[in-house]
């Protein structure tokens, strides 16, 4: 169980715990490098509902079982809201304290000849005096080294993105902030966490694992980078040193995928020799595929205190046969809810760039990277327009006859002058245009590839307005109809769509309705499924599974009837208004009969033992055995 502690000033509020009052939905996710988060909603009736202020309540979220903070923060934004029942409550996010780094900048500065701590403790003094004592820190330890011939230069930056683009970005490592002491302690080290003997395994404590390799980053073809020429936008390159090739190559990725140049840049790099050493070392360890894992786990912890708690950086052993994995891995990010706690989200391996942290640290990277893909498929776009235009304006030659010579039906264009020798054609006539290949007719069915007198004329345009396309390249299509030739799949101009199926991960309908017709009274039509709860609804019937105490409740337009360990405990007849209970067996034990106002108890052989009417106030039994009582 976890208790959630707000403060205001002096004042705190329990807003969650065993005991009081309760929030929902709550979930913290931490990464590596990131800044945790904690989101959650609470209700008018939380005696923490209107004690909630953006950027000046802090939140804390400790765990009961050992004492430990797992979330130090303050609320972002908590904005309320009502629904269409009436129900009222805030969203509320919030962040920890890493994020306290960006209420700071840094004013423009060169550092010279320095090393990293000086560096480090000249950003957090900056950020010490402009913000308030709860929010200093104090530089900690520093395990990350670096030759002291760098220039770090800030310009009125964020303290946060200082240290991500001066430090972190250059020489890698990690930060974390923790409590001594009384006081707060931003350490910069090569990894947090430990090694553990904790393990993950198959049948033990792993619920679900997915593995995502990303190989979007690699280089195979590096060109480096160093400093800038004087006055010049120039760049130092290695080809002085490399044989005069300003590229360094993997020969063994090149094998794999091919040719994918890229750049590195070391800003204050003067020497080739050194940059060649820089970027053989880069193309070695930091360029590779990334790969990733997703890990639902149970945390053992908390019923059994021989496992150690899942914590950020720290290393664990998955083991999971069915899918090859077993190997020592680190977690990067981990998901917590309170709902839940016993089950974790981790993410292991290595640390895939989100859009969210590309933004945060590399806006301007971003922005250029946009321009240039919007700059590419713009090129690729003009290549096709320019090609299309001088195979038009026949700048490639072509021969244009009517057929037949007298009293035409159609013009057509060729590549010869012979309609019998020709390889492509282009028919126009009263009815539309077309298009003939050899290729286009085959594709389309035609074995031996037609003729351009005959056809098949599978690419069309025809007078009516019906185009007939293996590929269209544009920019824009507008009041634009799909229709994939059998109506499987249609979209019309109003947006309607017609499929047969639908996968999305999520799915927001906003003012509409779903309509669904299945094939059978009993196929599910709607699943909702998670962890070990699912809800079917079919034609028939709604049911509520729980698959780990096998129990279960269908609601049906006759009845509702309850399952334990899949045998049936009641049922309730919804014509009737009659309630059975039943043994493990399955047998009979105790029914109302609305109609008749009646009860009745039955024996182990589903015979009646007792009745008793409503109507009248009769009791009917074998015997009735009392003490100190006296029956008339």
Request: proline share 2%; hydrophobic share 35%; aromatic share 8%.
């Amino acid at each position: 169980m976890h208790t959630v502690t707000i403060t205001n000033g002096v004042e705190k509020t329990t807003i969650h715990s065993d005991n009081l009052d309760r929030i929902s939905g709550g979930k913290i996710v931490k990464a590596v490098n990131a800044v945790d988060s904690f989101t959650f909603t609470i209700y008018p009736d939380n005696a923490g509902y209107n004690k909630l202020k953006p950027l000046t309540t802090s939140i804390t979220v400790t765990d009961d079982s050992t004492g430990k903070d797992i979330f130090i923060g303050r609320v972002l934004k908590c904005p309320d809201s009502m629904n269409e029942q009436g129900l009222i409550c805030k969203s509320v996010t919030c962040e920890g304290r890493l994020g306290w780094l960006y209420d700071s900048v840094q004013p423009y500065v060169e550092y010279k000849m320095v090393g990293i701590s000086t560096v480090l403790a000249s950003f957090i003094s900056k950020h010490n005096a402009q913000v308030g004592n709860d929010k200093h820190i104090s530089v900690g330890q520093v395990t990350v080294t670096g030759e002291n011939n760098y220039t770090y230069s800030v310009n009125w930056v964020s303290t946060m993105d200082a240290i991500s683009e001066q430090l972190v970005g250059k020489f890698g490592g990690e930060i974390q902030l923790r409590d001594q002491d009384g006081k707060v302690y931003i350490d910069y080290l090569e990894h947090i966490g430990h090694g553990t003997d904790t393990k993950i395994e198959l049948a033990v404590n792993l619920k679900t694992i997915s593995r995502e390799i990303d190989e979007t980053s690699v280089i195979t073809q590096l060109y480096p980078l160093g400093a800038k020429q004087t006055d010049s936008e120039k760049r130092l390159t290695i080809g002085s040193v490399n044989s005069g090739k300003d590229y360094i190559e993997d020969s063994a990725l090149v094998a794999k995928y091919g040719v994918i140049s890229g750049t590195q840049t070391w800003d204050d790099v003067t020497q080739a020799s050194i940059l060649k050493t820089k970027a053989t070392a880069f193309l070695k360890s930091a360029n590779k595929a990334k790969k990733q894992y997703k890990i639902t786990a149970v945390d053992l912890s908390t019923i059994d205190m021989n496992f150690e708690q899942f914590e950020l950086g720290c290393w664990y052993r998955i083991v999971n046969p069915l899918m090859g994995i077993d190997e020592d891995l680190r977690i990067i990010g981990i998901t917590i809810n309170l709902d839940s706690p016993e089950q974790s989200e981790l993410t292991f391996g290595d640390k895939f760039e989100t859009m969210t942290g590309f933004m945060t640290a590399k806006t301007k990277s971003l922005q250029t990277a946009i321009d240039d893909s919007e700059f590419r498929n713009r090129q690729v776009i003009d290549s096709k327009i320019e090609n299309a235009t001088k195979l038009i304006t026949g700048a490639e030659g072509g021969h244009v006859i009517l057929d037949p010579s007298e009293k035409p039906e159609r013009i057509l264009i060729m590549d010869t002058a012979d309609i019998n020798t020709c390889k492509s054609c282009i028919q126009l006539n009263y009815k539309g245009l077309g298009f003939w290949t050899p290729e286009l007719a085959k594709k389309a069915g035609q074995a031996d590839g037609g003729s351009a007198k005959d056809g098949p004329y599978t690419n069309a345009w025809t007078i009516d307005g019906n185009l007939v396309a293996s590929f269209i390249t544009a920019l824009t299509l507008t009041g634009l109809k799909i229709n994939n030739g059998s109506g499987t799949f249609k979209v019309d101009e109003n947006g309607n769509v017609v499929a047969n199926k639908l996968s999305s991960k999520s799915a927001t309908i906003t003012g509409g309705s779903i309509n669904i017709q299945t094939s059978s009274q009993n196929t599910s039509a709607i699943q909702l499924s998670h962890n070990e709860w699912t809800l079917k609804v079919s034609p028939l019937e709604i049911r509520i599974d729980n698959s780990t105490i096998g129990g279960h409740i269908v609601l049906q337009a006759g009845a509702m009837s309850g399952y334990w360990n899949n045998e049936l405990k009641f049922s309730l007849d919804t014509n009737s208004g009659n309630i059975s209970t039943y043994t493990d067996s399955g047998k009979k034990v105790f029914t109302v009969d609305t109609n008749n106002r009646a009860m009745y108890l039955y024996n182990e052989n589903e015979k009646t033992a007792v009745q008793c009417y409503g109507k009248t106030g009769d009791i009917m039994c074998n015997s009735i055995t009392t003490k100190n009582h006296t029956l008339d």
